[in-house]
T-cell receptor, first 116, second 111 residues
Framework: GAVVSQHPSRVICKSGTSVKIECRSLDFQATTMFWYRQFPKKSLMLMATSNEGSKATYEQGVEKDKFLINHASLTLSTLTVTSAHPEDSSFYIC????????????FGPGTRLTVT | GEDVEQSLFLSVREGDSSVINCTYTDSSSTYLYWYKQEPGAGLQLLTYIFSNMDMKQDQRLTVLLNKKDKHLSLRIADTQTGDSAIYFCAVPTGGGNKLTFGTGTQLKVEL
């Protein structure tokens, strides 16, 4: 149980276009999902906390207009990178929180975004 | 904010024990976590320890917590090649609403 999927797993897009990444909890309902960004050989950087039915809470320094998050249902959150630029190239990982233990997060397999 | 530090690399021989260390600054954390990340994949929750415990053992994994020194360690007994991965400790922060991850330790297991 507690499986989280992400789609797509890899995407290459041109500079200036927008890319949507989906995060789904497959066998449980997640009131809270998290979006992280990971640079090569670096730790995970929390971008935002996504709560179903409400606006996402963004971390300091993360542009909310550039990284649009929509938590449409208890099993789906989406991250849209708008007007992508090469510096947005990264590994994006989502996680879904099970129950009320914030550390018990179940992670998706990640999405590798390359902006050319 | 919370600082969570780990050594970047660890190399061990197959069959030996691995010890991965983590230090943190926020002493109000109730649970502390260890995650494993294999190449090109997301993170997998390995184990966790409650802050009022000193030690927790789960098969080959042993977690030690020194709350006074704010030091957490993960010991992997009989390390196998399949244990090669990046290991992250994680500490709840922001009032317990989110996790701060350590810098990650890349474990390499050699034959």
């Amino acid at each position: 149980g507690a499986v989280v999927s992400q789609h797509p797993s890899r995407v290459i897009c041109k500079s200036g276009t927008s890319v949507k990444i989906e995060c789904r909890s497959l066998d449980f309902q997640a009131t809270t999902m998290f979006w992280y960004r990971q640079f090569p050989k670096k730790s995970l950087m929390l971008m935002a906390t996504s709560n179903e039915g409400s606006k996402a809470t963004y971390e300091q320094g993360v542009e909310k207009d550039k990284f649009l998050i929509n938590h449409a249902s208890l099993t789906l959150s989406t991250l849209t990178v708008t007007s992508a630029h090469p510096e947005d190239s990264s590994f994006y990982i989502c996680s879904a929180q099970l129950a009320q233990k914030v550390g018990e997060q179940y992670f998706g397999p990640g999405t590798r975004l390359t902006v050319t | 904010g919370e600082d969570v530090e780990q050594s970047l690399f660890l190399s061990v021989r197959e069959g030996d024990s691995s010890v991965i260390n983590c230090t943190y600054t926020d002493s109000s954390s109730t649970y502390l976590y260890w995650y494993k990340q294999e190449p090109g994949a997301g993170l997998q929750l390995l184990t966790y320890i409650f802050s009022n415990m000193d030690m927790k053992q789960d098969q080959r994994l042993t977690v030690l917590l020194n709350k006074k020194d704010k030091h957490l360690s993960l010991r992997i007994a009989d390390t196998q090649t399949g244990d090669s991965a990046i290991y992250f400790c994680a500490v709840p922060t922001g009032g317990g609403n989110k996790l701060t991850f350590g810098t990650g330790t890349q474990l390499k297991v050699e034959l």
